[in-house]
């Protein structure tokens, strides 16, 4: 508590000034609460008076009107009552009473017998007979035989309908209908004073206001309710109390005001003068707190500085810099040059920089210097003066700071020698590296072998014409022609970030033109060993396809001998020769398919792309190699769906592989029993190409890696090149082949081409 006393001891006076002034105030809302409750108490009393006033006054106007309409029906129920006399009664009615648009008698079929008023038509601003409200309250009237009101039917204007049933005896015969409009009957019925008293409202069972129709109602006013009848039917009247307050109770407001406004006034003035108060210790804080800060940022500083008078001596250095000298603050200050960590053989060059401060020639950029430290050691500063003015404005000497730079100037040079060893490492390649400005395309930099190769005879910035397309879009390496020189490079690029930040495209550029003259002849020459191949593979099957050859051949010479037979005879048998001649033409037809096959096969051409089809590349292996199948004992099964897309390549490449393939596959079976020997050929479409696989019942093979190696042959006449060409083929085809052993045993070939990629090595390669 005593902590608490000391901590507030300076507050008290004002916590009870405020305390006061808060009791006050705590006083003088309690009794404008208590006179607001009398207020309010007083005036819902003298509202439930008034209310039920009102109500008991519409109750007892509704009710003597509803004795002269029950008249009328009695009169109607005796027969003592002409329709001239009832219109002449009603017109008197409705004189007196403006709210009633209409009274009328109607039969107990429903249908009007007279009344006022007259018309030929029924006008829209009456209720139809029809309406379903006033069925049911004729229907009530005439169950219960007594007089009933009906809903509130809207018409023009709201409306309600007296429904008083006549009988004769106890037969119901009619009833007296009386339409009162709502909004006459409020506005004749309710007294001026209670309009400018209270805010009255007609509410119908749901809560929705019928009286006025811009109602709405006001929560924090005072508002009572009381039931309308009659007519009834859950209407109610509802009465709120109108803003206004009474004149005592606006002095009364007037008073508390004047009050609540002095008191306020009061607390604003002890508030400010608190304020200047807090705001004078505040400024007193804060200034020792900012010189304590400025002597704990100088302390703290790593930079030196230093404070030289007028005369040119030392009045201040900080601990940073006596960190830096070796020397402590007493032993500097008071010193004159030439101070003790100017280094002997620096001394001159010290002195001239120091006069230089003080007459005000220091450079704004910062002078070089080296000190020393006490115990001998030099280090290299940077050293920033201006003139030193107090807060009068009067000059007191000079301010210096400084920063070593030791450590700057090693990695300064150590990275002048790696930016030079950078660039002795460019010079000496044998690429050309350039550097381009990747939004102008301006030439930043380029080495030796780049300058040898693309000279230019310009000093100032140009841009050169690019190998590839300009601008790039991403990182590539692709290969292009120089124009100029004839040449082909392998042009690599990738964005970097400049020296500057700036964004540019690094290129190097080698020179493969002798690689691709070699890939050149090499492509020649796997071309020349591909004809010699199928060269070999037709002499191989010579045998085959001379037998295959003379089956049509012999069958044309017999057709011939039968068709000179049917011409001898007599009468000549045309129709017979006919169909004879037709058969040669058939055999001739097949005999050059198999000639034409076999040209194609072997024709030595130059490369072509085209549109291939898988199913159609197989027709030319499937003929040559059916007299090799046949003597084999081998079947050919072949499962190609249809509907498998095509793609592009050289249709002739392709069947050689297929038929250097197959070929293998008949002659792996060559030792088997002759029942199991079953070549199955099979085509899908998977993963983006189209796979092709050739599967045998040879003995398959034990090391499949070395198939593809040139001169490997397992055949002991065989050459060892003909999987190495096929493999060469699929891979100008983007595709590739492999070889596995499947688990029940023989040896399966598979091709996969790609279908996304129409473009092949082929059309490069002519380039």
């Not at 295959?548 to 044309?556: D, F, G, H, K, Y």
């Not at 070889?739 to 059309?763: M, Q, S, Y």
């Amino acid at each position: 508590m005593s902590i608490l006393f000391q901590r507030y001891r300076g507050q008290w006076p004002w916590l009870l000034a405020y305390l006061a002034i808060g009791l006050t105030l705590v006083v003088l809302l309690g009794y404008a609460a208590y006179d607001a409750r009398q207020v309010r108490h007083s005036r819902a009393s003298t509202l439930a008076q008034d209310l039920l006033w009102q109500e008991q006054a519409i109750r007892l106007h509704l009710q003597t009107n509803q004795n002269v309409i029950e008249n009328l029906a009695y009169s109607l129920a005796a027969g003592a009552i002409r329709p001239a006399d009832f219109a002449a009664r009603a017109d008197a009615l409705m004189k007196a009473n403006p709210e009633i648009v209409a009274i009328e008698y109607i039969s107990r079929e429903g249908k009007r017998l007279g009344g006022l008023p007259v018309y030929s038509a029924r006008p829209n601003s009456l209720t139809p007979l029809n309406d379903p409200d006033l069925i049911d309250a004729l229907d009530g009237a005439a169950s219960l035989g007594r007089p009933t009101y009906s809903s509130v039917i809207y018409r023009s204007t709201p409306q309600v309908v007296l429904v008083v049933p006549y009988f004769r005896s106890t037969v119901y015969e009619g009833a007296v209908l009386a339409s009162y409009a709502l909004p006459q009957l409020m506005q004749l019925q309710v007294p001026w004073w209670m309009v400018q008293r209270y805010d009255l409202a007609l509410i119908d069972r749901s809560g929705q206001a019928l009286l006025p129709a811009d109602y709405v109602a006001a929560p924090d006013r005072l508002s009572k309710e009381v039931a309308f009848d009659p007519p009834g039917n859950g209407l109610k009247l509802r009465a709120s109390i109108r803003g206004e307050s009474s004149p005592a109770s606006r002095q009364i407001a007037l008073l508390i005001a004047s009050v609540l406004l002095l008191l306020a006034m009061l607390v604003w003035a002890l508030t400010q003068m608190k304020q200047r108060m807090a705001e004078r210790q505040r400024a007193e804080e804060a200034l020792r707190d900012e010189i304590g800060f400025r002597a704990a940022m100088e302390d703290s500083l790593t930079t030196g500085l230093l404070a030289i008078g007028r005369d040119g001596e030392l009045i201040y250095v900080n601990p940073g810099f006596c960190q830096l000298v070796g020397w402590r603050a007493d032993e500097l200050v008071g010193l004159m040059p030439p101070l003790p960590f100017w280094p002997p053989e620096r001394l001159s060059h010290c002195a001239s920089a120091f006069q230089a401060i003080r007459m005000g020639n220091a450079p704004t950029g910062g002078v070089q210097l080296r000190f020393m430290r006490r115990d001998g050691e030099r280090f290299d500063v940077r050293l920033y003066a201006s003139r030193l003015v107090d807060g009068r404005g009067e000059h007191r000497g000079w301010m210096a700071s400084l920063y070593d730079t030791t450590e700057i100037r090693r990695e300064r040079e150590a990275l002048a020698t790696s930016r030079m060893q950078l660039r002795t490492v460019l010079e000496g390649l044998d690429a050309s590296v350039s550097v381009t400005d990747a939004r102008t395309g301006a030439l930043l930099y380029r080495n030796r072998d780049h300058t040898r190769r693309f000279p230019l005879h310009a000093d100032a910035e140009c841009c050169l014409v690019p190998l590839g397309a300009w601008p790039p879009r991403e990182a590539t390496v692709e290969e292009y022609l120089d124009a100029a020189s004839g040449r082909w490079f392998a042009l690599q690029r990738r964005a970097i970030d400049w020296v500057d930040g700036r964004l540019v495209w690094l290129e190097i550029a080698s020179d493969i033109t002798e690689r691709r003259h070699a890939a050149e002849e090499a492509r020649l020459r796997d071309e020349r060993l591909q004809h010699t191949a199928r060269l070999v593979s037709m002499g191989e099957m010579a045998s085959s396809l001379a037998h295959e050859l003379n089956q049509p051949l012999a069958a044309i010479a017999g057709y011939a001998a039968a068709g000179d037979s049917l011409l001898q005879i007599e009468p000549p048998a045309l129709s017979r020769a006919r169909e004879t001649l037709g058969k040669i033409g058939d055999q001739a037809a097949r005999a050059g398919q198999i000639i034409r096959g076999i040209r194609n096969f072997v024709a030595k051409r130059a490369p072509r792309e085209e549109e291939c089809r898988i199913d159609a590349l197989l027709k030319v292996p499937m003929e040559l190699l059916a007299p090799l199948a046949r003597k084999a004992q081998v079947q050919i099964g072949v499962d190609v769906p249809d509907g498998l897309p095509g793609f592009r390549g050289d249709g002739v490449m392709l069947e050689q592989v297929l038929f250097n393939l197959m070929k293998n596959g008949i002659e792996a079976m060559a030792a088997l029993p002759p029942a199991p020997r079953m070549l199955n050929v099979k085509a899908r479409e998977f993963d983006g190409g189209l796979e092709v696989s050739i599967t045998d019942q040879g003995s398959g093979f034990s090391n499949p890696g070395s198939l593809f190696q040139p001169f490997f042959s397992t055949k002991p006449d065989g050459m060892g090149m003909g999987l190495n060409i096929c493999r060469s083929v699929m891979e100008q085809h983007r595709g590739h082949l492999r070889v596995e052993n499947p688990p029940e045993g023989g040896c399966r070939f598979v091709c996969r081409l790609p279908l996304t990629e129409t473009k092949t090595e082929i059309n490069e390669e002519k380039a």
